[in-house]
């Protein structure tokens, strides 16, 4: 199997609770029948169900309603044509992370809610680094639980990269920052921080975050160069208002988008992608090592109709 075939099948398997629910809804719907304005009603309350946000459910029934209207039409023309608006709207924001070689170390900052899988995608990143013979190293900034530190580690020794821990709640700027030098020292090539998700509240763990930035700029004055906000697809809807936070707190530069596998709420990737604009640069879709993949935009729309 290519490395593209097993990550489809990965892919797909993975979407298989959400494009389920959209796929199965369309073939109850679309069984030889005539589009008339019932059925496309329906069709757009499927898509809402199914995450995609009333504006673009809306728009999608619109389009693909405009001239097929009266005519007979079969459930696979719907996926198809369904697919193919949704790639439309997903193929702007499918920008994979891009590593600007003139940056070294090139910094990214995994920003998210408590549980979101920020250390998990810092795993997953840094074997995806490895792969391409990348130096990568690792900073514990979430230093608040033991067991976040550990988690990183148990990474750090699954993917062969350096991890940079202090001790428990330790400073995580001031350690992001003796990193990012130690980085610099030693001609690493990605410096992947990791952060804490909760802090007491929302100015707290603004000031965290502007903190880490502000103190890694004394290095490197450019530094992040990505600020990457990590969300869990099973959370919805609840995603949106992440965004919003997140983008409050920080420059989100792009999203990552997890735990495809475990929900059938997948849609939500393509209301965010529609609203936000921001990039998706990468998808989750196990808790494995190589379950994270670039986002490919007409390889998931395809998927998420179940084809
Ligand atoms: N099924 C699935 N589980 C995931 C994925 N990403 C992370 N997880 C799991 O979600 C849980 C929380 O992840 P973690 O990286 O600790 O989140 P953090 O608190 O943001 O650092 C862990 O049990 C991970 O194994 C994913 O893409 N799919
Ligand atoms: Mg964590």
Not at 30 to 36: A, E, Q, V, W, Y
Not at 44 to 68: C, H, M, Y
Not at 226 to 234: F, G, I, K, P, Q
Not at 276 to 291: H, M, S, T
Request: glycine letters at 8%; aromatic letters at 4%; one cysteine or more.
């Amino acid at each position: 199997m290519t490395e593209k075939t097993g990550w489809l099948a990965r892919l797909r398997g993975g979407l298989t609770r959400s494009s389920a629910k959209i796929s199965d809804g369309i073939t109850g719907l679309f069984t030889k029948r005539r589009l008339d304005a019932a059925v496309l009603e329906e069709l757009e309350e499927l898509l809402i169900t199914a995450d995609l946000g009333p504006s673009v459910a809306a728009r999608l029934v619109a389009d693909f309603g405009k001239n097929r209207f009266g005519k007979e039409i079969e459930d696979q023309e719907v996926k198809e044509a369904l697919a193919a608006q949704i790639e439309a709207i997903l193929e702007p924001c499918a920008k994979p992370l891009a590593r600007d070689a003139s940056k070294q170390p090139f910094v990214v900052l995994m920003v998210g809610v408590n549980g979101a899988g920020k250390t998990t995608t810092i795993g997953k990143m840094a074997h995806l680094f490895r792969a391409q013979n990348l130096k990568v190293m690792m900073v514990a900034g979430d230093t608040f639980r033991a067991a976040a530190v550990s988690q990183l580690q148990v990474w750090g020794e699954r993917t062969g990269c350096e991890v940079i821990a202090g001790a428990a709640g330790s400073d995580a700027a001031a350690l992001a920052y003796q990193a990012l030098e130690k980085a610099k020292r030693e001609d690493v090539d990605i410096l992947l921080i990791d952060t804490a998700g909760r802090l007491h509240n929302k100015a707290d763990l603004m000031q965290e975050l502007s903190k880490i930035s502000r103190v890694i700029k004394k290095v490197d004055a450019q530094a992040p160069h990505a600020t990457l906000l990590v969300l869990d697809a099973t959370t919805g809807q609840n995603a949106h208002a992440q965004v919003e936070v997140f983008r409050d707190l920080t420059t989100v530069t792009g999203l990552v988008l997890t735990k495809l596998d475990g929900s059938a709420k997948g849609g939500v990737l393509v209301a965010l992608a529609d609203r936000f604009k921001l990039p998706i640069n990468a998808i989750g879709v196990g808790e494995g090592i190589e379950d994270l993949q670039p986002f490919d935009a007409a390889d998931f729309a395809r998927s998420l109709m179940g084809n």
